[in-house]
Each structure stands twice: as structure tokens, then as C-alpha cells.
């Protein structure tokens, strides 16, 4: 299996402009996560999906986050206008189910991440 | 709320030594898994091992071992004669089950091995 496949795998842009991240989970995984990792802040899960279906967007840090998962695979996280401040490397992972799927399902599998640069 | 405690921000270590990475989290859930995670320079984050909370015994993967102290809540991660390609830095992680499907993770210890 490929693995989970992101890209870009870098990304420089200007503040304020539209970014758009993608992420292939792996085939037959129903989950698929969206974690942000800074120095400050560590990693942090952003938003999740289960069966394309966003589950869990708590920790989307404002309304210019937003994510999609419009088929099983393939999901975007855009932000728009972009700020400096949200520099920093998303990673996607997926995992063939939750906790309740049975021992090992829950494991998560991650992406290579992309790295965001707003100036 | 569930926390990681990662209290080694750095450690070295000699090739073919072995080293001990400290964990400890915090919860009153009684049902839960905990990982271990490695991020070498690449930046891909790699599983390492998994335990099960309601198992006593204690994970293994080739090199690999946790020394898993529940009532402690204590997870640590035992590397055994180290190898350059180790070099990374280690995340725990915790997750519980029935839960939210979130993994929390600890602020990470970052390992070098020297030659």
C-alpha cells in the first residue's frame, strides 16, 4: 500500500491568500485525521472524519479553517485568507476504524505532511 | 481532560546503548491505548509500538519495548542496543477507547544517537 499521501509537500504563500492542502488516506481506512504540529503548540488534532462525514471539528482554530472529505479518497483543508500565524506542518492520517472497531483498527497511519510557510 | 507528560525534552546516547524515554499521562478512563511515535528528520511520523491498557503485559517490537505501569500511569519506552538510524524525536501518545478517537500527544523527546 502507498500509505497516506499528502501534498503539496511544502508550501510558501503571502498572507492572506487561499491555501489548499490534500490527503489521499489509505484505501479501505474509514478514518481520516487532520492534525496541526507546532513548536509552540505541539501537535493538535484539527478536525476528523468518519465515512467522509466530519465528526469531531473542535479543534479548527477559527472559521478560516475549513475541511472536506467529499469521497473516500480524498479530503482538503483550506484556509482562507491565510495568516502568518498559521504557519506550520499538517499532517493527514487515517486508521481503518475507531476504538470501538476492534483491537489494532484504531491505529493511525500518517501522511508525510505538508509543510506551510505564510509570509 | 486527558494530558501527556513527556519530561526528557532531550537525551543522547551512545550506538548500541540502550535508552529509556519517560511517560506519564493522566486520565480517569479505565479503557485506553497508548503509543509510542518516532519522528526522525524526515518528518513522517512512524508508529513505533501500541499498548492496550487492560493488557499487564508489556508490548514488544524487535528493539523495542514499554514498560507500561498502569496504576502509575507510567509508559515508558526502553530502546535497545540503539542504532544511528534511531535518531528521532519520540512522541507518546494516548488515546481512549469509546472516545473521541483523539490522540494526545506528549511534547515529544528528541533523541540523537552518536557514533
Known amino acids: 500500500d502507498a500509505g497516506v499521501i499528502q501534498s503539496p509537500r511544502h508550501e510558501v504563500t503571502e498572507m492572506g491568500q487561499e491555501v489548499t492542502l490534500r490527503c489521499k488516506p489509505i484505501s479501505g481506512h474509514d478514518y481520516l485525521f487532520w492534525y496541526r504540529q507546532t513548536m509552540m503548540r505541539g501537535l493538535e488534532l484539527l478536525i476528523y472524519f468518519n465515512n467522509n462525514v466530519p465528526i469531531d471539528d473542535s479543534g479548527m482554530p477559527e472559521d478560516r479553517f475549513s475541511a472536506k472529505m467529499p469521497n473516500a479518497s480524498f479530503s482538503t483543508l483550506k484556509i482562507q485568507p491565510s495568516e502568518p500565524r498559521d504557519s506550520a506542518v499538517y499532517f493527514c492520517?487515517?486508521?481503518?476504524?475507531?476504538?470501538?472497531?476492534?483491537?489494532?483498527?484504531?491505529?493511525?497511519?500518517f501522511g508525510p505532511g505538508t509543510r506551510l510557510t505564510v509570509l | 481532560a486527558q494530558t501527556v507528560t513527556q519530561s526528557q525534552p532531550e537525551m543522547s546516547v551512545q550506538e548500541a546503548e540502550t535508552v529509556t524515554l519517560s511517560c506519564t499521562y493522566d486520565t480517569s478512563e479505565s479503557n485506553y491505548y497508548l503509543f509510542w511515535y518516532k519522528q526522525p528528520p524526515s518528518r513522517q511520523m512512524i508508529l513505533v509500538i501500541r499498548?492496550?491498557?487492560?493488557?499487564?503485559q508489556n508490548a514488544t517490537e524487535n528493539r523495542f519495548s514499554v514498560n507500561f505501569q498502569k496504576a502509575a500511569k507510567s509508559f515508558s519506552l526502553k530502546i535497545s542496543d540503539s542504532q544511528l538510524g534511531d535518531t528521532a524525536m519520540y512522541f507518546c501518545a494516548f488515546t481512549v477507547v469509546f472516545g473521541n478517537e483523539k490522540l494526545t500527544f506528549g511534547t515529544g523527546t528528541r533523541l540523537t544517537i552518536i557514533p
Open positions: 499498548q492496550e491498557a487492560y493488557k499487564q
Open positions: 492520517a487515517s486508521s481503518l476504524g475507531g476504538t470501538s472497531g476492534g483491537v489494532g483498527r484504531d491505529t493511525q497511519y
